[in-house]
Structures are given as structure tokens and as C-alpha cells.
């Protein structure tokens, strides 16, 4: 199954993260990990200019090209995976996926005044980047049309993905627009109603899971092994490129100068892993002068990362360690979680995740950022949720992680008052009673329970 050793004139290959391993794969492979098990990552021979900071911010009047209009394909030559001509709009259209240039052309950062007040910051210091936007409504389109955009380069008839709900609606939608099949692993019931029925809108087969995410991602492996499927979680590493635009929209805003600290929830830790990722990549070509540190906001219901990171099991804070990371301690700590039970829980679906995934990936981008791991409480998600509501803006619940778990940083001194801040809302509210069940509530603080 393991593709051959890349030809050596490729620009873009893939390469095992692993230091003492390093092995190298064409750019046609599918393999999401090396033949020893290691994640894979997408690298690039040539160190691209700063001078396309200047053509970046042209594209921003589009002219008409749908891959100058998308947030995504705006960044083309960082991403350039496909190694085709960037600005040749007949190779571009053959090659790149996009729903009509609309992932990432709505996101960017914006202040939001009330958000700020909630956290406890001068709201010339906070920028929120909703990515709900998108056209499947969550920050999924960024990495699914890079992630497709491969499956299509190797003629795969068939992508296969476990989900919370977004990546299931992102990888329907953009299947549906390119005419392939599409198969979702779900567990039953833990997802919200707006995100399954997306996936059904879509054409998708839905395979309902009893089980968790954690299962069903288990399962979705073995389906995309056994019949062919073309893996599109974010273990690919095509979608960790595409990911890499919502660090780089952000980025641009600021007119690339780094803010002090970028803000995700944290789930399968595909964010954290791209926002790293492409840190790093700015960082080496000279695009930033600062790296900005990376925080990541688990829930308290589901809060792997946190626990490890932090040094809740076995006192020993997990590291990436330039590469030797504890993974028998990571083995060691889902061991106890199975003999013990227990079992991720948290109302905030989308980032109930037991087994991050991207946990290696994840912890490189927090070495190389100086990052923090925190965690927040369901109440805290809902509140934060419901503030940012009131500036115009919709998030779902776990995007609410970002909010607060700034509020909860800034309350620790961690994050300091004057300190320049990008909190990501991931995706918008797609469970329609969550807000209506928070308002008829008066104990919650910001409810405004209806008259009657
Ligand atoms: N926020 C939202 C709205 C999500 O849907 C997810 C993940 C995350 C945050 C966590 O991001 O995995 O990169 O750490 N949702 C996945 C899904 C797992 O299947 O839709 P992460």
C-alpha cells in the first residue's frame, strides 16, 4: 500500500514528523502516516517570498477569479501542493477545489466590543475570527477544500471521514459539488441535529457509530483501508493546509505583525496542529519576526490535552520534546480512561474528543509557541457563546471555548491586560434549542428569557 519513495525534482512531498525517522513520500501518496506509524506532514523545497504579501492583499479585489475571492486559494502559493502555476487560471480551475470561491472569504478578525467587556480587556486588544461564515458553516471548508483537492489530483472516488457534525457537513458538501461519494462515521446521537441534517442534505451516507467520535474514527480508518475510501479527518495532512489560511487571514489583518497569542478550542487538535504548522513555515521564511503563543481552551468534560499537558496523570507534564515526546504516557493515560470508564462528556459536542488525534502534531505547535492548555466549564462555553451573540456575530458552543477561555487566562495572569489576542470561533450554532434553552433560563447571566 506505501507509495514509493518521492522522486527526488517534486517541490512538495510528504514528510514523516519524527525526527530520528524523517521518511519521504511522493505527493501522490494517500498514507496518512509513515510505514512506522508517524504522522506525515506536507513540506515545500522553495521559500516563498515575502513579496506576496503585496499580491495576497491584490487579490482581495478579485477581479473575478473565484480563487482570488476564496480565503483559502487566496494563499495559493503557500499551499501549493498541486505545484501548478498560480496564476494561471485554467490550471487553477483544473485543479483546486472550491464552492465558488467561498471558503474563507468571509472570515477574518473583528473586534467585538461586548466579548471584550466579558473577558475584562480594552477591545482594541481582542479580535474574534468567526469562521461560521463558511458555506458549511464552520472552519472545516478552509482544510476540506485542500483535503479534496488532493483526493481529486489522485482520481479518489470515495472520501470517508468520522465527525462531531462539521467535518461531516464540509466533506457532503464539497463531494456533492465535485461529484464523488461521500462516507461519514457519526456516534449516534452526540451530534447536533443542524450538522446531521447537513450531511443528509448533502447526499452523504451517514454511518451511525454506537460509540463515541473516538470510535467512530476508529471505524471510519478501517472502512477508508478495507474499500478504498480517501481518509479527510484532519490526520491528513491536506487538511492541515488549508487550515493553515485561518492563522494567515488573521495574520494579514494584523498586517503581519503577530499578535501576542492566537486562541482554538481544542478537539482533534487539528487547528492547533495547522496553526502551528504554519507558524512555523512564516516564522522560518522571515514573513513574522514574533511567534505568537498558541493557546488552546479543552472542555472540562473532555480534556486530554489539558490533562497531560499539565501534568494530571502521572505528574509528568507531556512535551513534544524536540521530537522524543512520552508517547507511552499518552498509551498509558487512554488505558486508564478505558479501565476506568470514562468516557469524554461534554454538552459542547463538537470537541467531545477523548483521543486527540493530532496530540503529536498538537504538542509541536505548543513547543515551538510556548503554548498553555486550559479548560472550561460547559456554563462558561454557553455564557461566552451567548456574548458574542451580542455583538451580530453566531457561534456555537464550543466556539465559545475561545472567549472564555481568554477570560479564564487573563483572570489567571497568563495572558496579560495589554496583550494582543485572535480568539478563533470555530463554527456557527447549528443545535437551534441550545440558545433558546439558555434564554429561558433566568439563571443564566446573560439569558433574556421572553415576555409574555
Ligand atoms: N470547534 C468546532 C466547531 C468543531 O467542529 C471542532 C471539531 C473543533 C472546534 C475542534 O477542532 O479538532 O481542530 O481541535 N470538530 C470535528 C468534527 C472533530 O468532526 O467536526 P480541532
Redesign the pocket.
Known amino acids: 500500500m506505501f507509495s514509493s519513495v518521492m522522486t527526488m525534482q517534486a517541490d512538495a512531498y510528504l514528510k514523516c514528523i519524527d525526527p530520528k525517522c524523517g521518511l519521504e513520500y511522493a505527493i501522490e501518496s494517500t498514507n496518512v502516516e509513515c510505514e512506522k506509524g508517524h504522522m506525515l506532514d506536507v513540506k515545500y523545497k522553495n521559500k516563498p517570498s515575502d513579496s506576496l504579501k503585496e499580491i495576497f492583499y491584490e487579490r482581495r479585489n478579485s477581479q473575478g477569479n473565484i480563487f482570488n475571492e476564496s480565503g483559502v486559494w487566496r494563499f495559493r502559493e503557500l499551499l501549493n501542493f498541486c505545484q501548478i502555476d498560480t496564476e494561471d487560471i485554467e490550471q487553477c480551475s483544473k485543479n483546486l477545489v472550491s464552492l465558488d470561491g467561498a471558503e474563507g472569504r468571509l472570515s477574518k478578525p473583528y473586534h467585538m466590543s461586548k466579548a471584550a467587556e466579558f473577558v475584562g480587556i480594552s477591545n482594541d486588544n481582542l479580535w474574534l475570527q468567526p469562521e461560521g461564515y463558511n458555506p458549511s458553516g464552520?472552519f472545516?471548508d478552509n482544510g476540506m477544500a485542500t483535503a479534496v483537492t488532493h483526493a481529486k489530483m489522485i482520481g479518489a472516488k470515495k472520501i470517508v471521514c468520522a465527525?462531531?457534525?462539521?467535518?461531516?457537513a464540509a466533506a457532503g458538501m464539497f463531494a456533492a459539488n465535485e461529484g464523488i461519494n461521500c462516507d461519514v462515521y457519526i456516534p449516534a446521537g452526540q451530534i447536533a441535529p443542524g450538522k446531521l441534517s447537513q450531511a443528509y442534505q448533502f447526499g452523504a451516507q451517514i454511518v451511525e457509530v454506537d460509540g463515541n467520535?473516538d470510535d467512530a474514527l476508529k471505524q471510519s480508518l478501517d472502512d477508508a483501508k478495507n474499500h478504498d475510501g480517501y481518509t479527510v479527518n484532519?490526520i491528513n495532512p491536506f487538511r492541515i493546509e488549508g487550515q493553515k489560511t485561518i492563522p494567515f487571514r488573521a495574520l494579514e489583518y494584523l498586517n503581519w505583525e503577530a499578535p501576542d497569542w492566537i486562541v482554538?478550542?481544542?478537539?482533534?487538535?487539528?487547528?492547533?496542529s495547522s496553526c502551528g504548522k504554519a507558524l512555523m513555515e512564516l516564522y522560518e521564511w522571515g514573513w513574522i519576526k514574533k511567534i505568537p503563543r498558541i493557546a488552546v481552551i479543552n472542555s472540562e468534560g473532555a480534556s486530554t490535552l489539558s490533562d497531560l499537558y499539565n501534568g494530571k496523570f502521572e505528574d509528568e507534564e507531556l512535551r513534544w520534546n524536540k521530537g522524543n515526546p512520552n508517547t507511552e504516557l499518552i498509551s498509558r493515560y487512554y488505558d486508564h480512561l478505558d479501565k476506568e470508564g470514562l468516557r469524554p462528556k461534554t454538552k459542547a459536542t463538537?470537541?467531545q474528543?477523548g483521543r486527540p488525534a493530532n496530540i503529536l502534531k498538537g504538542l509541536r505547535a505548543l513547543e515551538f509557541t510556548n503554548g498553555v492548555v486550559t479548560t472550561v466549564s460547559d456554563s462558561d462555553m454557553l455564557d461566552a457563546m451567548s456574548v458574542v451573540g451580542l455583538n451580530g456575530f453566531d457561534c456555537?458552543m464550543?466556539?465559545g471555548a475561545s472567549a472564555v477561555g481568554v477570560k479564564k487566562l487573563i483572570n489567571e495572569g497568563i495572558i496579560n491586560k495589554d496583550d494582543k489576542i485572535v480568539g478563533i470561533l470555530?463554527?456557527r450554532q447549528k443545535d437551534a434549542m441550545l440558545p433558546v434553552d439558555y434564554h429561558n433560563n433566568p439563571k443564566n447571566e446573560f439569558a433574556n428569557p421572553p415576555k409574555n
Open positions: 464552520s472545516k465527525s462531531t457534525g462539521n467535518t461531516s467520535f484532519s482554538y478550542p481544542g478537539g482533534a487538535l487539528g487547528n492547533t463538537a470537541i474528543i456555537e464550543a466556539s470555530t463554527g
